[in-house]
């Protein structure tokens, strides 16, 4: 059981990368998906959520209006969208899941079991 994040880079401001998480040895159904980051020397910020079958979702105010969440359930993969990024996105980014009622959307690390290795975004010119 775990998950596989792919699709980290390194990308000048303004730019835009698609994060994947895919699951391995279960499926996403009845799953809430999270997305975090952590920058170097800094604590684990949470940065969007998805519910597991509502849609509901959840965005950090830092990324609102630049990063969508969204979930492919046939595919068993999770994306993060982020659109004009800037050199403050540069970070290590983690999916997690975890069982959880249609509308709800954990926001909190502590609340999620599973976990992906995380990849590295940079945002440089």
């Known amino acids: 059981v775990q998950l596989v994040e792919s699709g980290g880079g390194l990308v000048q401001p303004v730019g835009s990368l698609r994060l994947s998480c895919a699951s391995s040895g279960f499926t996403l159904d009845y799953y809430a998906i999270g997305w975090f980051r952590q920058a170097q020397g800094k604590e684990r910020q949470g940065v969007s959520c998805?519910?597991?079958?509502?849609?509901?979702?959840y965005y950090a105010d830092s990324v609102k209006g630049r990063f969508t969440v969204s979930r492919d359930i046939a595919g068993n993969t999770a994306f993060l969208q982020m659109n004009s990024l800037k050199p403050e996105d540069t970070a290590v980014y983690y999916c997690?899941?975890?069982?959880?009622?249609?509308?709800?959307?954990?926001?909190?690390?502590?609340?999620?079991?599973?976990w992906g290795q995380g990849t590295q975004v940079t945002v440089s010119s």
């Open positions: 997690a899941a975890e069982r959880a009622e249609p509308w709800n959307v954990p926001r909190l690390g502590h609340e999620y079991n599973i």
């Open positions: 998805i519910s597991s079958s509502d849609g509901s979702t």
